[in-house]
Each structure stands twice: as structure tokens, then as C-alpha cells.
């Protein structure tokens, strides 16, 4: 039942009742439970109007507006919002079958720019801890430091569309059911409201000359339990959505049996005959970056194995390892003879239209690409490379040929493509008709298919890498390279993707894990607690040989689970 009264609309469900007030959801009760988890004082406006510099304007009554409320059937209700900066619909209904609250906003402006809009809930009640997919799961409360007045864009950062608030006896949640790759973020908190939840949707680049924003329908349902009953819920909906049983038959058997990672091998056969006493050879995926003559994250997209890698994959495949050569799912060396042909079709930020891309210099990755096309051709020494839209068919075409050539010859059934998470909304977001989200799940499936069929692995993972994917390289909590964030021990215990996508995608660690430093050990665990694969990483300026003989006891521990 949908009812409008005045500018209130009340909503209940077979498992919810629901106040929304000038747009604003006011109260929502759990039918199942009894608890009520959110009950707002609108203190913040319903509906925003976010542009590209991000400003964000309110829709509603303040400066001079109005709202207005149209029951449009027994099951559907809108609202019509207007003011001095915009205008806005947000349509209200209910799903029969699911018992879900439907929330459809939309906003448009006569000034150009316009990024998202945004559909705030506020009110929600103390106590409710935070869970949702950033960095593979987390369960925090709103107030916590690490994700208090944040934003999370889907889908790097924000790994799937919902989220879940979790109280004792359950909570409720919201997600949305996109299979058209539209860009989606989530505002966590805001100055003066903690317990607030934003939920944008975005318009695709190029904002420019962009009006409006919407198309989006949030789903807000309560339950009963843990987190793992709603996640399953999103989770059957995904699976059913991309027919991703089709995937599953297409695991490798061995794909099974792997219990261990190790990240960033170096080209030693003396660590594959070491390891080889410690662990089942068969149950260890190995990353190998340094697998070619070119220096590392140079020269892509060539890949022509050096005679050491061959000799150091000849032996992993007698010993029964699962060895992972290292390339680059969308990054090219501007030196190398192929970025002239797919330059134009490189990343563009959506806001500062500047190339995007990856340099490293002097231990740090925040130089930026260069805007002089000549320093693009001269600073290799930098490790500079710059990322090409995966929806165009020829880049995907030319990286499915080096990679097939390599794996033809070194007769292999596993490959690593770097980056795959590093899909964003871009000023040139659509290339032949997609965007770089839908492009990397093109290029993972169509990389997958070469040779004998090869098991992929990538970095990071999330609702549209996980389908194509084996394995994922995971990422701790704002602790990527060699730092670890404060509160780093906060964000384990939620193994949220582990959960939804074991299935289909094993997750590796990432770096620094070697557990010869309390700071790495407690970035094992927090993976451990994720349910991300125990994984080992080499020490520098330690022989591999004498770390694998001598174990610490972190790495003891692993070798006697794996045996487990």
C-alpha cells in the first residue's frame, strides 16, 4: 500500500512500514522485528543537484520551493520538487514480490554540469553499523573515523551497489539492480549529520553541457539475522542477473583445490623447489610479474617471456604449480609502437579532462601523467603509462594477441591482467557505445577464452571483475603499498566479497606479507579475516631460500594450513 496525505506518503509492506515527508525518508519500521531504524527530522534536504566542481544544491522547499505529492495508483506515489536551483521528481512505490520500498529520484537544472543527483537518508538510528563492499567488506559504525564524511564511487571503490546497516536482531538495506553499468556513488556521513547515507546517481561523461541526473531505483527492504542474509539476497539477484552459473561451469577443476597465493614471485627456481617441501605445489597460485626481458611496467603491450621465466614456468608446471604471468589489462607505454595507434581513445578525467594513467617516481604514484606529448615520450625511467578505454574493440583485440601469443608458447593455462578495478566515470566515458566498466568484463571474458581457456587473475574485485575473474589481488584499507592506515585492525571481520563471489573469484594478497614485521602481520590478518587466500610476499634484502627454510610464525602457520 502506497497512501499520500498532504505531502507525506506513507508506505507499508508485507515486511515494512514507511513515512516519506517532502521526499525524505522519515520512518521506517521493521514489520519483522519491531525496531525502527530510521526516524529523520528532514535536516537535511532529500534531494541533491551535485555538479561537476562538486557543489551540491538541495531541491526542495528552501528558496522559494515547493513540494508536492501525487498519488498516481493504490501502489505508486510522486513527488514533485521545485526552487531556486532546480527541479525534481522522486517516485515512491512498492515491489509485491520482494515487499521492497522503491525510491526513484531524479533532478535537472538549466545550468550546465550537472554530475549526479543525490538521495539523502538521514535519522538513522545510533547503534546501526555500516556494512558494504570497500576494500572487499567492511562493518564499521558511521561515526568511525575510517569512513565518517566519505564518498565511494562505484565500482572502484564502492565494490557493489548496496549497503546494510546492522543492528542486533538485523537491520535493513539498500541496494539498486543495475545491469547498464550506470555510474552510482555513496556519501557516508556529512558536516553536521553522521548518521546519513547519500545515494548519487551519475550522469556519464562528459558533464559539460550535462542538465540531469536519475534513472536509478533504490530498493530498501529490512530482515532479520546477520549481514549475510541480505547479501545473499543481492547476491541470488546477481547471479540470476548475469546468468553467472555459466561462469561457474567454466572453472577450472584445479581452481578448487587452491588454498595459497604467493604476490610478486621473483624468477628464482630455487623458490618453486624450496616451496615444493613446505606445500602441496597444487594448491599455490603464484603472481609473476617479472616474467619478460623489459623492465617491469615498461614497454606494455609486449609480452615475450624471457628464458629464465621459461625455465622457471617449465619447472612450476612439473612441480604442479599454477603460475600467473603478469600483464596489463588497459595500460600502455607511450613508447611503445601501439599506443599510437589507440591514443585517442585514452582516460580522460571526467572533471580536469587531463590523461589518466600510472607513474612512479622516486617511491611515489602522485606526479600525474604529463600534458606535453613530448614528455609522454621521454620519461620511461618513470614507469609512465597511460590507461586506454577497454570498450574499444581493437585495443581489445591487439592485448588478446600478445597475451595468446605468450601463452601458446610458455603452454599455459593461467594469466594475471593488472588493473582491472581501475574502471571510473570518464570524460570520454562511452566508447563504441559502453564504458569502461562494461569494457574490462568484455576484455576479462575475452582474454579468459584464449589458448585452451586460461584462468584469470586481476587486481582488486568487484560485482562486474568478480564474473570473469579467478583470482583478485586484495586490497587492504587505504594501506596499498608500504604504509598501513591507523585503525587498519578495525576493517577485518567482514569476508563481505569473499561471501558474495567465492564462488566464481579467490582472493590473493596483495604486498607486504612476508610476517617478518608486527606491520605485516597484522595486514595478514586483517586478510585472513576477509577471507582472502594465506598469502605470502618476499622480504627485501632477504634471501627467499633462507625465509622459506627458517620460516617466522606467521608463515609456519600458513604452510600448516595449507597442509590442513
Same mark, same amino acid.
Given at each position: 500500500m502506497v497512501r499520500v496525505s498532504g505531502n507525506q506518503v506513507f508506505v507499508e509492506t508485507g515486511t515494512l512500514e514507511a513515512k516519506i515527508e517532502n521526499g525524505c525518508l522519515a520512518y521506517l519500521k521493521s514489520k519483522v522485528t519491531g525496531d525502527v531504524f530510521?526516524?529523520?527530522?528532514?535536516?537535511?534536504?532529500a534531494l541533491e543537484l551535485v555538479y561537476s566542481n562538486n557543489e551540491a544544491f538541495g531541491i526542495g522547499e528552501a528558496k522559494f520551493g515547493n513540494v508536492e505529492v501525487f498519488q498516481l495508483s493504490d501502489t505508486l506515489a510522486e513527488i514533485r520538487l521545485g526552487n531556486w536551483d532546480g527541479d525534481g521528481v522522486i517516485t515512491v512505490s512498492e515491489d509485491p514480490e520482494t515487499h521492497?520500498?522503491?525510491?526513484?529520484?531524479? &533532478?535537472?537544472?538549466? *545550468?550546465?554540469?550537472?554530475?549526479?543527483?543525490?538521495?539523502?537518508?538521514t535519522g538513522i538510528r545510533p547503534g546501526l553499523q555500516l556494512v558494504a563492499p570497500f576494500f572487499q567488506g567492511v562493518k564499521l559504525d558511521l561515526s568511525d573515523s575510517l569512513i565518517r564524511n566519505t564518498h565511494w564511487e562505484w565500482p572502484v571503490m564502492w565494490e557493489a551497489g548496496f549497503a546494510?546497516?546492522?543492528g542486533e536482531k538485523g537491520g535493513f538495506w539498500i541496494h539498486c539492480r543495475d545491469t547498464q553499468y550506470r555510474y552510482k556513488a555513496l556519501a557516508v556521513g556529512r558536516d553536521?549529520?553522521?548518521?546519513? =547515507?547519500?545515494?548519487?546517481?551519475?550522469?556519464?561523461?562528459?558533464?559539460?553541457?550535462?542538465?540531469?541526473?536519475?534513472?536509478?531505483?533504490?530498493?530498501?527492504?529490512?530482515?532479520?539475522?546477520?549481514?549475510?542474509?541480505?547479501?545473499?539476497?543481492?547476491?541470488?539477484? =546477481?547471479?540470476?542477473?548475469?546468468? =553467472?552459473n555459466k561462469q561457474e561451469n567454466r572453472r577450472k577443476d584445479w581452481f578448487y583445490n587452491i588454498k595459497m597465493g604467493i604476490s610478486w614471485c621473483p624468477t628464482d627456481i630455487r623458490i618453486l623447489e624450496s616451496l615444493s617441501k613446505k606445500v602441496d605445489p597444487g594448491r599455490v597460485v603464484i603472481h609473476f610479474p617479472n616474467w619478460r626481458p623489459d623492465r617491469y611496467d615498461t614497454?606494455?603491450?609486449?609480452?615475450?617471456?624471457?628464458?629464465?621465466?621459461? &625455465?622457471?614456468?617449465?619447472?612450476?608446471?612439473?612441480?604442479?604449480?599454477?603460475?600467473?604471468?603478469?600483464?596489463?589489462?588497459?595500460?600502455?607505454?607511450?613508447?611503445?609502437p601501439v599506443y599510437d595507434y589507440v591514443k585517442d581513445?585514452?582516460? *580522460?578525467? &571526467?572533471?580536469?579532462?587531463?590523461i589518466m594513467g600510472w607513474v612512479w617516481y622516486e617511491g611515489k604514484s602522485d606526479l600525474g601523467i604529463p600534458s606535453s606529448n613530448a614528455q609522454l615520450k621521454k620519461n620511461r625511467d618513470k614507469l609512465l603509462m597511460t590507461k586506454i578505454h577497454p570498450g574499444l574493440s581493437m585495443w581489445r583485440h591487439i592485448l588478446s594477441e600478445?597475451?595468446?601469443k605468450a601463452v601458446a608458447e610458455l603452454d599455459i593455462d593461467t594469466i594475471f591482467i593488472d588493473i582491472t578495478l581501475n574502471t571510473f566515470n570518464i570524460h570520454n566515458c562511452l566508447v563504441e557505445n559502453m564504458t569502461s566498466t562494461e569494457g574490462i568484463k568484455l576484455l576479462i571474458d575475452q582474454v579468459g577464452s584464449l589458448y585452451k581457456g586460461l584462468a584469470v587473475g586481476g587486481e582488486g574485485l568487484n560485482e562486474i571483475t568478480m564474473q570473469g575473474l579467478s583470482f583478485a589481488q586484495s586490497h587492504l584499507f587505504k594501506s596499498w603499498q608500504n604504509d598501513n592506515v591507523e585503525g587498519l585492525e578495525r576493517t577485518g571481520g567482514c569476508p563481505l566479497n569473499s561471501f558474495m563471489y567465492g564462488k566464481l573469484c579467490k582472493l590473493i594478497g596483495y604486498s607486504y606479507l612476508s610476517g617478518e614485521t608486527e606491520f605485516e602481520e597484522l595486514r595478514m590478518k586483517v586478510d585472513e579475516a576477509k577471507g582472502v587466500l594465506p598469502t605470502i610476499t618476499f622480504p627485501r634484502g632477504k634471501d627467499p631460500i633462507e625465509f622459506l627454510e627458517r620460516p617466522n610464525k606467521t608463515i609456519k602457520m600458513i604452510f600448516e594450513k595449507v597442509n590442513s
Amino acid at each position: 500500500m502506497v497512501r499520500v496525505s498532504g505531502n507525506q506518503v506513507f508506505v507499508e509492506t508485507g515486511t515494512l512500514e514507511a513515512k516519506i515527508e517532502n521526499g525524505c525518508l522519515a520512518y521506517l519500521k521493521s514489520k519483522v522485528t519491531g525496531d525502527v531504524f530510521v526516524k529523520s527530522h528532514n535536516d537535511v534536504p532529500a534531494l541533491e543537484l551535485v555538479y561537476s566542481n562538486n557543489e551540491a544544491f538541495g531541491i526542495g522547499e528552501a528558496k522559494f520551493g515547493n513540494v508536492e505529492v501525487f498519488q498516481l495508483s493504490d501502489t505508486l506515489a510522486e513527488i514533485r520538487l521545485g526552487n531556486w536551483d532546480g527541479d525534481g521528481v522522486i517516485t515512491v512505490s512498492e515491489d509485491p514480490e520482494t515487499h521492497d520500498l522503491l525510491i526513484k529520484p531524479s &533532478a535537472y537544472s538549466s *545550468r550546465p554540469g550537472v554530475k549526479a543527483c543525490r538521495w539523502n537518508i538521514t535519522g538513522i538510528r545510533p547503534g546501526l553499523q555500516l556494512v558494504a563492499p570497500f576494500f572487499q567488506g567492511v562493518k564499521l559504525d558511521l561515526s568511525d573515523s575510517l569512513i565518517r564524511n566519505t564518498h565511494w564511487e562505484w565500482p572502484v571503490m564502492w565494490e557493489a551497489g548496496f549497503a546494510i546497516l546492522q543492528g542486533e536482531k538485523g537491520g535493513f538495506w539498500i541496494h539498486c539492480r543495475d545491469t547498464q553499468y550506470r555510474y552510482k556513488a555513496l556519501a557516508v556521513g556529512r558536516d553536521g549529520s553522521v548518521n546519513s =547515507l547519500g545515494f548519487e546517481t551519475e550522469a556519464y561523461g562528459p558533464f559539460d553541457n550535462n542538465l540531469a541526473a536519475g534513472g536509478i531505483e533504490w530498493r530498501i527492504n529490512v530482515y532479520e539475522g546477520d549481514w549475510d542474509v541480505p547479501a545473499s539476497i543481492y547476491r541470488d539477484w =546477481l547471479w540470476k542477473a548475469y546468468d =553467472l552459473n555459466k561462469q561457474e561451469n567454466r572453472r577450472k577443476d584445479w581452481f578448487y583445490n587452491i588454498k595459497m597465493g604467493i604476490s610478486w614471485c621473483p624468477t628464482d627456481i630455487r623458490i618453486l623447489e624450496s616451496l615444493s617441501k613446505k606445500v602441496d605445489p597444487g594448491r599455490v597460485v603464484i603472481h609473476f610479474p617479472n616474467w619478460r626481458p623489459d623492465r617491469y611496467d615498461t614497454n606494455y603491450p609486449t609480452y615475450i617471456p624471457s628464458k629464465e621465466a621459461v &625455465a622457471f614456468i617449465e619447472r612450476g608446471k612439473e612441480l604442479g604449480y599454477h603460475i600467473m604471468p603478469h600483464c596489463n589489462s588497459m595500460e600502455v607505454d607511450p613508447l611503445n609502437p601501439v599506443y599510437d595507434y589507440v591514443k585517442d581513445f585514452q582516460f *580522460r578525467d &571526467a572533471i580536469s579532462k587531463k590523461i589518466m594513467g600510472w607513474v612512479w617516481y622516486e617511491g611515489k604514484s602522485d606526479l600525474g601523467i604529463p600534458s606535453s606529448n613530448a614528455q609522454l615520450k621521454k620519461n620511461r625511467d618513470k614507469l609512465l603509462m597511460t590507461k586506454i578505454h577497454p570498450g574499444l574493440s581493437m585495443w581489445r583485440h591487439i592485448l588478446s594477441e600478445r597475451i595468446y601469443k605468450a601463452v601458446a608458447e610458455l603452454d599455459i593455462d593461467t594469466i594475471f591482467i593488472d588493473i582491472t578495478l581501475n574502471t571510473f566515470n570518464i570524460h570520454n566515458c562511452l566508447v563504441e557505445n559502453m564504458t569502461s566498466t562494461e569494457g574490462i568484463k568484455l576484455l576479462i571474458d575475452q582474454v579468459g577464452s584464449l589458448y585452451k581457456g586460461l584462468a584469470v587473475g586481476g587486481e582488486g574485485l568487484n560485482e562486474i571483475t568478480m564474473q570473469g575473474l579467478s583470482f583478485a589481488q586484495s586490497h587492504l584499507f587505504k594501506s596499498w603499498q608500504n604504509d598501513n592506515v591507523e585503525g587498519l585492525e578495525r576493517t577485518g571481520g567482514c569476508p563481505l566479497n569473499s561471501f558474495m563471489y567465492g564462488k566464481l573469484c579467490k582472493l590473493i594478497g596483495y604486498s607486504y606479507l612476508s610476517g617478518e614485521t608486527e606491520f605485516e602481520e597484522l595486514r595478514m590478518k586483517v586478510d585472513e579475516a576477509k577471507g582472502v587466500l594465506p598469502t605470502i610476499t618476499f622480504p627485501r634484502g632477504k634471501d627467499p631460500i633462507e625465509f622459506l627454510e627458517r620460516p617466522n610464525k606467521t608463515i609456519k602457520m600458513i604452510f600448516e594450513k595449507v597442509n590442513s
